[in-house]
């Protein structure tokens, strides 16, 4: 049993920022190469941005490159998404999803997701 845990969402005004955390855990200790997607209303989930296993690579989607930073925490499998000049369009409930063996990108998804947290932004 994997458990994922999402946490930081909330309301900023556009231009604001946010962190987000996520923390994965499990029976054994692995480790999970963890990737952010979103989905706002009405719209499909999509990629926002992923990580490798060590924190060597890290992947983005065009809409977010240059606003958004994905790291891995001092904590085994804590990641952040550090996510500045947000803006209205960013607006979605962001979902953290964790693997062992898959890399997250836009095309592939690991086994194991949160709950999501909600960010607002507003214009």
């Known amino acids: 049993q994997v458990q994922v845990v999402e946490s930081g969402g909330g309301l900023v005004q556009a231009g604001g920022s946010l962190r987000l955390s996520c923390s994965a855990s499990?029976?054994?200790?692995?480790?999970?190469?963890i990737g952010w997607f979103r989905q706002a209303p009405g719209k499909e989930r999509e990629f926002v941005a992923s990580?490798?296993?060590?924190?060597?690579?890290?992947s983005y989607a065009d809409s977010v490159k240059g606003r958004f930073t994905i790291s891995r925490g001092n904590a085994k499998n804590t990641v952040y998404l550090e996510m500045n000049n947000l803006k209205p369009e960013d607006t979605a409930v962001y979902y953290c999803?964790?693997?062992?063996?898959?890399?997250?990108?836009?095309?592939?998804?690991?086994?194991?997701w949160g709950q999501g947290t909600q960010v607002t932004v507003s214009s």
């Open positions: 999803n964790a693997d062992p063996v898959i890399f997250p990108t836009e095309t592939e998804t690991g086994d194991y």
């Open positions: 990580i490798t296993w060590t924190g060597g690579s890290t």
């Open positions: 499990g029976s054994t200790p692995t480790t999970y190469a």
